[in-house]
């Protein structure tokens, strides 16, 4: 399995470089994978190059298509502003909207307080959830006294788990359920007949069957509240 990590950090040496690292190693750990690292610093001219003509740089095309084939990301940012980096930002601006749909990703940030690690739920996740990634549960905060003590390590590796779990399920852009643009789930094919049988109405939508569960669209729903 492909394993990609994006590492934003600016500095030499850097935090964030260093959690990447420990992160991938847990992955590694865990299960053989290929590791890829992306220094955004390196790719820092061809993305602003990017934005202005249109086009990526050698470096920074090669970047663009590990991530997409990636079976699975490690993302870290430095917390600037009490949110990830504009660096970091722009890299996933010049990405393809579709190239992470599906895809599992595990989201971590460095900063020099504890107070920043609300940046994991307030920034990171409702952007890789709006690329329509699959973030892991659990997000990696290392803050500067958190290097060397105690808890750290046990996120890292179970933030580490939780990624290698879903990269084993084969959470892929064709297989995994991808929202549609306006935020629906997309139809299952053969929905409609489905509903019919199942004495379902298909004028607003298909009622499904999941694990032994009747699935019933919220417009049936909320027809039958008005009804």
């Not at 190239?99 to 989201?107: D, E, N, Y």
């Amino acid at each position: 399995m492909k394993l990609v990590v994006v590492s934003a950090g600016l500095s030499v040496p850097s935090s964030t470089r260093l959690l990447a690292d420990r992160l991938a190693a847990a992955v590694d750990r865990q299960t053989p994978v290929d590791i890829r690292v992306v220094e955004l610093r390196d790719l820092a001219v061809e993305i602003a190059h990017n934005f202005t003509n249109g086009f990526p740089g050698r470096a920074l095309a090669d970047a663009l298509e590990a991530v997409t084939e990636a079976d699975g990301l490690i993302v870290v940012t430095p917390v600037f502003s009490a949110s990830y980096s504009g660096l970091f930002k722009s890299f996933f601006d010049v990405l393809d909207k579709d190239a992470l749909a599906g895809k599992p990703v595990l989201i971590a940030a460095t900063g020099g307080s504890a107070r920043h690690s609300l940046v994991l739920d307030h920034a990171l996740r409702p952007l890789f959830s709006y690329l329509r990634a699959v973030v892991v549960p659990t997000g990696v905060y290392a803050a500067s006294e958190d290097w060397g003590a105690e808890g750290l390590p046990e996120r890292i590796d179970r933030g580490a788990g939780e990624l290698v779990r879903l990269m084993g399920a084969g959470t892929a852009p064709e297989t995994a359920v991808v929202p549609e643009s306006d935020g629906s789930l997309p139809k299952p094919a053969g929905s409609d007949r489905e509903a019919r049988a199942d004495g379902g109405s298909a004028r607003g939508g298909a009622v499904t069957r999941s694990h032994g569960f009747q699935v019933i669209p919220f417009e049936d729903q909320l027809a039958a509240l008005h009804g």
